[in-house]
């Protein structure tokens, strides 16, 4: 979880027409995005029912090629819907299980462990998938990426305006169910997040921008300094009430349509919401 959150997809749909995002590279972000809503819809569900059926947690090498798989059926659902021929569709979907399938021989032998076969599993399938896209770049280049016409179905058109949401939704999933209160230096990505993106961006040319965003590094940086050194059960409210706070900081900046895009904005807040208000959950009714 904190691997995920620690990452923000700095893109919304109002960017993703192929008048602003190279087709190719709009494609790929869009792989990745269905990559990640399949991992985190299909893991959950399919940890719930091995635990309903008795089932232990699965072997390493066995667990990260279920990622693959629940990753490849959500590119696959995605590509479907988009009109993607068979053969891109199998070789998107290849390129889920050949890193792991790669990892998967010095794991067995000992030369890496279990953590490096995950991660790098992960790393590696985004160049995989880069080089299927470019293998059909021309199939990919034609499908332009269009909204859902008001003839769509109204949760297709749910889902295309409001993927943010949804994709935190997805993220925040797992507090839920299991609620926990995420570590001190989480706070440190929630400082460094707008600076980062505002740099890419290059929107911190304004005198006024860049003092507001440095206080924000600031004042979050002194809240994870403040966990660290304080410790116990006050570490933990200041962690959660930190991301609360951090929701109005995203709303701020959603409602200026400045610094980061609105759809990042949007993200943040609706995943630090969920976050923040899980773990005030577990911190008041842990015994």
């Known amino acids: 979880m904190t691997e995920l959150t620690a990452t923000c997809a700095a893109t919304t749909h109002d ?3 192929a008048r602003r995002v190279p087709p190719l590279a709009r ?6 995005l269905a990559m990640v809503v399949g991992m985190l819809l299909l893991g959950p569900a399919r940890g719930a029912l091995a635990g309903a059926l008795g089932l232990g947690p699965a072997a390493p090498g066995t667990g990260a090629l279920l990622m693959a798989t629940d990753m490849s059926l959500g590119m696959s659902v995605w ?5 993607h021929s068979a053969p891109a569709i199998g070789e998107m979907a290849a390129a889920m299980y050949a890193p792991v399938l790669l ?4 794991y067995a032998v000992g030369l890496i462990g279990a953590g490096a076969l995950m991660v790098g599993g992960h790393l590696l399938m985004v160049p995989a998938m880069a080089a299927a896209v470019l293998r059909r770049r021309d199939e990919y280049a034609e499908h332009r990426g269009t909204r859902p ?15 943010p949401t949804g994709l935190a939704l997805l993220m925040s999933f797992d507090n839920w169910i299991t609620p926990a209160v995420l570590p001190w230096w989480t706070l440190l990505g929630l400082a460094a997040s707008y600076l980062l993106v505002g740099a890419w961006r290059r929107r911190l040319g304004n005198r006024r921008v860049r003092t507001v965003q440095l206080a924000g590094l600031l004042g979050w940086t002194a809240l994870a300094v403040a966990a660290l050194v304080v410790g116990g059960d006050a570490a933990r409210w200041i962690v959660a009430v930190g991301w609360l706070a951090h929701a109005v900081w995203d709303a701020f900046h959603h409602w200026r349509d400045e610094v980061v895009p609105r759809g990042y904005a949007e993200w943040c807040a609706v995943l630090d919401t969920a976050l923040g208000a899980t773990m ?8």
């Open 15 to 17: 960017d993703l027409p």
């Open 149 to 163: 016409g008001p003839d769509a179905h109204p949760l297709v058109r749910l889902a295309a305006h409001r993927w």
């Open 79 to 83: 590509m479907w819907y988009r009109g």
């Open 27 to 32: 494609h790929l972000l869009e792989m990745v």
């Open 103 to 106: 990892l998967a021989v010095p």
């Open 280 to 287: 005030i959950l577990f911190i008041v009714t842990s015994p």
